[in-house]
């Protein structure tokens, strides 16, 4: 069975330091790994996500993550965080190939503090 | 172009009372999922599409919980005797085709109420 691990349930950051969001994964075989962001009273969009390929990928609204095979991690990252970006993340794990379902994690809060 | 649309955007029944929950995925999108978002518990994978048929309905979490698709495009998750237990934010979402790399684009959710 697969499964994802956000093991924070809030990350707090002052405005402008660098921020991390954490996220391990379960998966029989090769992953495609997704991160989704939920801002207050809205849907869950798309951020970016890992298929293939070079393992740090870059997305929306600045942020990137990096793909480490050997920890099962994607961690999601940005340089400067900015106030508007305090929302709710939710790290997502699909096995590559066939017809599978995609598992979430619990989400992170994230709290960027002015 | 649309999004995924998702009816009603709210809904209170009595405990007891069956519910439908309604999504429209975005055109030409094969694979459709439906989840249920609980305070502090994340998304919960319920059941998952791929055109009309249903090749993992793991998450469903009881026999009161059904779901059909049709026509490869609308699908409808009926909660049967409603409890109490029962009342989160159902997400919709759908994608190009199951097993891709797209991306899933999610509706706004329906929240059920179970008074």
């Known amino acids: 069975a697969q499964s994802v691990a956000q093991p924070e349930d809030q990350v707090n950051v002052a405005e402008g330091n660098p921020l991390t969001v954490k996220c391990t994964y379960s998966?029989?075989?090769?992953?495609?790994l997704f991160w989704y962001v939920q801002y207050p009273n809205r849907g869950l969009q798309f951020l970016l996500k890992?298929?293939?390929?070079?393992?740090l990928v870059k997305g929306s609204y600045g942020f990137e993550a990096e793909f480490n095979k050997s920890q099962t991690s994607f961690h999601l990252k940005k340089p400067s965080a900015l106030v508007s970006d305090s929302a709710l993340y939710f790290c997502?794990?699909?096995?590559?190939?066939?017809?599978?379902?995609?598992?979430f994690g619990t989400g992170t809060k994230l709290q960027v503090i002015p | 172009g649309a999004g995924v649309s998702q009816s009603p955007s709210n809904k209170v029944t009595e405990k007891g009372k069956d519910v439908e929950l309604r999504c429209d995925p975005i055109?030409?999108?094969?694979?459709l999922y439906w989840y249920r978002q609980s305070l502090g518990q994340g998304l919960e994978f319920l059941i998952y599409?791929?055109?009309?048929?249903?090749?993992?309905k793991s998450g469903l979490p009881s026999d009161r919980f059904s779901a059909e698709r049709t026509g490869g495009s609308v699908s409808t998750l009926t909660i049967q005797r409603t409890q109490q237990e029962d009342s989160a934010v159902y997400l919709c979402?759908?994608?190009?085709?199951?097993?891709?790399?797209?991306?899933?684009?999610f509706g706004n959710g329906t929240r059920l109420t179970v008074t």
């Open positions: 055109s030409g999108h094969t694979a």
């Open positions: 998966v029989s075989g090769n992953p495609y």
């Open positions: 997502a794990v699909r096995a590559a190939g066939g017809y599978q379902k995609v598992t």
């Open positions: 890992y298929i293939t390929g070079d393992n």
């Open positions: 599409f791929q055109g009309n048929s249903a090749p993992d």
């Open positions: 979402a759908s994608s190009l085709q199951g097993g891709d790399r797209s991306p899933l684009h």
